[in-house]
């Protein structure tokens, strides 16, 4: 699964038995955390969870989406710690 992009990169989290999470951090400073992914039960995918006071340019944007749609994947093919 590809973590880091131009951007931004994500890092694991802490696991749940059945579902993973990641962290969302800027690249060119690695303290700042700008969000989550993890499990959205009544949507039932995974989501991204941005902090307070965040702001996203489309390619971040697009960078996020293309991560998301890598762990659908993922958990469809049941590989959801990958």
Known sequence: MKTKYQYIHFE???DNPKTKTWFCHNNRDYGAQLG???WYGPWRQYCFYPRPATIFNKGCLEDIN?????AME???NGNPHT
Do not use: A, E
């Open 12 to 14: 694991p989290g802490p």
């Open 74 to 76: 993922d958990h469809k």
């Open 66 to 70: 293309s991560f998301l749609n890598q």
């Open 36 to 38: 989550t992914v993890k």
